[in-house]
């Protein structure tokens, strides 16, 4: 599977985007799926995952209320709305794929390219 993410940008705090992470390969729905962010100087950090079928999801506490994470598998893609943005989600996010069970760790096997988020204050 490779994963390509988009969506990232310069936005004001309170502002919201909208991240796109668009898979390849027929198996995309068999794949649970999740958002991981990495801060400068900081270890890469859990953020959301959703499972194959999109009946369950699961968030970080630091974003819960105010990201949402979705998938179409027509579309091969997984969203990842992001509201009430703040400074501190300032991070490179990535989009990652795994076989099974979707988890907060970071035992995915497949990892996109991150997509760059700037929230200014």
């Known amino acids: 599977v490779q994963l390509q993410a988009c969506g990232g940008g310069l936005v004001l705090a309170g502002g919201s985007l909208r991240l796109s992470c668009a898979a390849s390969g027929r198996t995309f729905r068999s794949y649970a799926m999740a958002w991981f962010r990495q801060a400068p100087g900081k270890e890469r950090e859990f953020v959301a995952a959703i499972s194959w079928s999109g009946d369950w999801t699961y968030y970080a506490s630091s974003v819960k209320g105010r990201f949402t994470i979705s998938r179409d598998n027509a579309k091969n893609t997984v969203y990842l709305q992001m509201n009430s943005l703040k400074p501190e989600d300032t991070a490179v996010y990535y989009c990652?794929?795994?076989?099974?069970?979707?988890?907060?760790?970071?035992?995915?096997?497949?990892w996109g390219q991150g997509t760059q988020v700037t929230v200014s204050s």
């Open positions: 990652a794929a795994k076989g099974g069970i979707a988890t907060m760790y970071d035992d995915y096997q497949f």
